[in-house]
């Protein structure tokens, strides 16, 4: 039955990998609010660039499975386990550790030759990223060390609960699970962003003005918007909402101040002081326990069951050499997950628009924004919607020229400033 149920999830993974495939087939129709704004070079850049994209994530995907399949289906997993007791013979929890290291470090080298042509060669071949190779490298290996801080101790934290509380580990694992994930999104705007990036209160003393304003309308207590010298790394524009409680804020990114106009900035201000004013972090979080009690319930489903199968090389359902197994079930999870993870995410995008257009009542200078953006970042601006509907965080750039298009006609002219 359970291994029905693993061939299943496997196939499930697999399938969902190669969704561009069969999403292509069924490729998105030119909509008007596309060939009314943008030139077919623009399409067709936009296209070359997102088509390669959505392969390099079925690659990843394929990848990454085809790793945990391996490991788990093969000793290899059971002997990296050796490896690290014999590493540490006299301390368990320093075997576990370096096991646990040994997995991440081999991860990082499996994925780093995919990593280096979607982040940067093809990043380069399309005009986008403005970083050498050693900067290149050098965010990586600062990727790696930050994930290993986190991974090791996180991971024999796991595998000690496994050990201490054989099948009642669930609830501390998900109450552990579930304050780690309060503490990043808390601590990352302080902590971890800065070692990316400089990150500074907006410099411009007008844009500075604006946003308070904004924020003032909005009525939520924004005393400092930062601006990020993402221009270090990329050409694309953004804008994120990010932090909690004291550690909450908006950053722009410094490409978007340098190249949009202010009233263009000022509706990402908008859009962000949005999914400030609808609480969408700690609804994400919300979400997030929700799915990770889930998985982690699935988890120790499939562990119980492989930990007396021989077949596993497995010495029980506490394994250290296990951890490949859980990951791949949450892996499978997450996977099946994306459509529904997708969908939730739009709607936050679109409340957080509306939000941006009743702010601000600038529907022109919305639509704006959304073209420019689009055009910098390369968006496909005819996405497929079997992708829309698995991959995309944000609606289609159509979609919300729409929206902006449909609140002008209904509502009154911009917000006098
Ligand atoms: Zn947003």
């Not at 399949?69 to 540490?88: E, K, M, Y």
């Not at 079930?329 to 529904?340: D, E, H, R, S, Y």
């Amino acid at each position: 039955m359970m291994s029905r149920w693993l061939f299943a999830c496997l196939s499930l993974g697999l399938a969902l990998s190669a969704a561009p495939a069969w999403a292509g087939a069924a490729s998105g129709t030119v909509p008007p609010e596309i060939a009314a704004h943008f030139t077919p070079e623009d399409l067709a850049r936009g296209r070359a660039y997102m088509d390669g994209r959505y392969w390099l994530f079925a690659a990843g995907t394929a990848l990454r499975l085809a790793a945990l399949a391996c490991l788990i289906f093969t000793p290899a997993s059971a002997s990296l386990r050796n490896l690290a007791v014999r590493l540490s013979p006299a301390h368990p929890a320093v075997a576990v550790a370096i096991y646990i290291a040994l997995l991440e470090l081999a991860s990082e080298l499996l994925t780093l030759p995919l990593g280096y042509y979607a982040g940067f060669v093809r990043e380069h071949a399309f005009g986008l990223s403005t970083q050498t190779g050693g900067a290149w490298l050098l965010d990586r290996a600062k990727g790696a060390m930050i994930s290993l801080i986190l991974v090791v101790p996180l991971g024999s934290l796991l595998t000690l609960l496994w050990r201490r509380y054989p099948g009642r580990w669930l609830l501390p694992a998900w109450t552990l699970g579930g304050a780690i994930v309060v503490l990043l999104v808390a601590l990352s705007p302080v902590v971890i962003d800065p070692l990316f990036n400089t990150i500074r209160p907006v410099q411009d003393s007008a844009l500075r003005q604006r946003v308070l304003a904004l924020a003032q309308r909005a009525g939520i207590p924004v005393e400092e918007v930062y601006e990020a010298d993402a221009s270090r790394r990329t050409r694309k524009g953004n804008a994120y909402f990010t932090g909690l409680g004291a550690t909450k804020r908006i950053v722009l990114y410094d490409t978007l101040i340098t190249q949009s106009d202010p009233e263009a900035v000022e509706l990402v201000l908008a859009h962000e002081m949005g999914h400030w004013t609808h609480a969408h972090i700690w609804k994400g979080i919300a979400l997030t326990l929700v799915g990770m009690g889930f998985a982690l319930w699935c988890g120790a489903r499939v562990l119980a069951w492989a930990g007396a199968r021989r077949s596993f090389h497995l010495a029980g359902p506490a394994d250290v050499a296990g951890l490949p197994l859980f990951l791949l079930v949450l892996f499978v999870l997450n996977l099946a997950g994306l459509p529904l993870q997708s969908a939730i995410s739009r709607h936050f995008e679109r409340q957080a628009d509306q939000a941006s257009l009743e702010l601000t009542k600038n529907p022109a200078a919305f639509i704006r924004a959304e073209v420019d953006l689009a055009r910098t970042n390369l968006a496909d601006l005819a996405p497929p919607p079997a992708l829309v509907w698995l991959l995309y965080t944000h609606p289609p750039v159509a979609e919300r020229i729409r929206m902006a298009e449909a609140f002008g006609a209904t509502s009154a002219p911009p917000v006098s400033r």
